[in-house]
């Protein structure tokens, strides 16, 4: 004889996390970081993002979440192609440059544009070379689906690791430009 399961209820007295509650529980989780690339017309436009994974791999599919509120994500839904550029410990700089929304993003910087047409940043570990094949609205960010069309392992360097509001592992690093608040988890809600 087994015992049926109890249904929970839901308490009352509990409140759903605040977005600086969720950010701050969350800088717990390390991540790596990518820079998604595309272009609009003949333009390269690009963002950081943290929020990246691996979906399938029959198809090959990945994933990354965007911010309905970036301005670059929609100019490169609209072509329907991106590139995924996994970087570096060494890249900060390059991060720092998509992940803000001042300045040309390219002004100045080396890059090459893959035969499927979206700009590759050089010196990353890796290129994942993608056409969109789905987006998911999920609350305040969409859930881009991308099928791997190409992968170019390019160095075999560290990867940038994003933690406690810090890059790399180790605390005695100054924490991570935030945006007039406290160190942020996630540029995800500043990126895409």
């Known amino acids: 004889m087994s015992a049926e399961p109890a249904l929970a209820t839901d308490p009352v007295d509990v409140a759903p996390p605040t977005p600086q509650e969720l950010r701050r529980a969350m800088s717990s989780f390390a991540s790596g970081v990518t820079v998604i ?16 994974a691996s979906v399938s791999l029959e198809p090959p599919l ?4 965007a911010d309905h509120n970036g301005r670059t994500w929609p100019r490169i839904r609209e ?3 991106f590139c995924v550029n996994v970087l570096s410990e060494e890249q900060v700089d390059i991060c720092g440059r998509f992940g803000s929304s001042k300045g040309r993003k390219y002004d100045g910087l080396e890059w090459d544009s893959s035969r499927w047409g ?6 990353v570990l890796l290129r994942i070379h993608c056409e969109v094949y789905d987006v998911h609205v999920a609350g305040d960010h969409d859930v881009v689906i991308g099928r791997v069309l190409e992968l170019e392992t390019v160095t075999e360097q560290r990867p940038m690791i994003f933690f406690r509001g810090r ?8 924490p991570a430009p935030s945006h007039n608040g406290p160190p942020l988890w996630g540029w ?5």
């Open 79 to 81: 072509t329907g192609r």
């Open 37 to 52: 690339t595309g272009t609009d017309g003949e333009e390269a436009v690009g963002f950081a993002c943290q929020a990246f």
């Open 167 to 174: 890059f790399g592992i180790d605390q005695d690093e100054p």
């Open 188 to 192: 995800g809600d500043h990126w895409g």
């Open 62 to 65: 990945v994933l990354f979440c």
């Open 118 to 123: 979206t700009p590759a940043l050089r010196d």
